[in-house]
């Protein structure tokens, strides 16, 4: 797992941004920050230097989580214990079942992920990630300096801790889905959340992060 900031300013608020898959911080540096510093968590190849995270967290005054896509079942299982290092956590377009027919990815398509995944495939993927072409022009000047090799090993990696180790809990107090998710299929996120109570709908596809200007308005959200 690597983490960057992306914002430092030496302020006693963090927002911990745990990322989806395949990405690293270049298409999120665009994203402002008032109020907090934010840390950002990708490439869950390994996920070992999760002390560390948490030190670094408890160095804050007080910390708020914001978990996006497969970050949701990272979080969920990095911070079941440790809930009360956040002052909220909010989960946007992922599930606590991920690889699912009715809660998650289906199966199939996960695996034709995997099975497929070569640059032509990435920028396939990435496209159909932001909703088609006009939001993938904007994605494309910021794409993730990655090898496709990288990102295939940790689809895998992903793939292996989601189906060996499910999670019955939700640590998450609020929930952001997109209506135009085609990563995520929208009726299958409404499903995985559907006793949420604190809950919102927008009609954003599956990368939804250029709708905001800064990460506070996210929280606010």
Known sequence: ????????NNSPKLILFMSGWGCDELPFLKIKANEYDVLMCYDYRDLSQVQELREEIKSYKECHLIAWSLGVF???????????????????NGSLSPIDEEQGIPPAIFQ??????????????????????????????????????DQKEELICLQNMILSQPITWDIFD?????????????????KAWENKANKQILDL????????DKWDEILKS
Request: glycine share 6%; charged share 25%.
């Open 1 to 8: 797992m690597e983490f960057r900031y992306l914002h430092k």
């Open 74 to 92: 990272v979080s969920s299982h990095l911070f079941k214990e440790d809930k009360n290092l956040f002052r909220s956590q909010l989960a946007i």
């Open 112 to 149: 034709g992920t995997i099975d497929g995944l070569n640059e032509k495939g990435r920028d396939k993927f990435f496209m159909r990630m932001c909703g088609g072409r006009s939001g993938y022009a904007d994605f494309a000047q910021q794409l993730p300096q990655r090898q496709v090799e």
């Open 174 to 190: 609020k929930v952001l889905l997109s209506s135009r998710d085609i990563i995520f299929p929208f009726n299958n996120l409404e």
């Open 205 to 212: 596809p599956h990368f939804c992060f250029y709708h905001w």
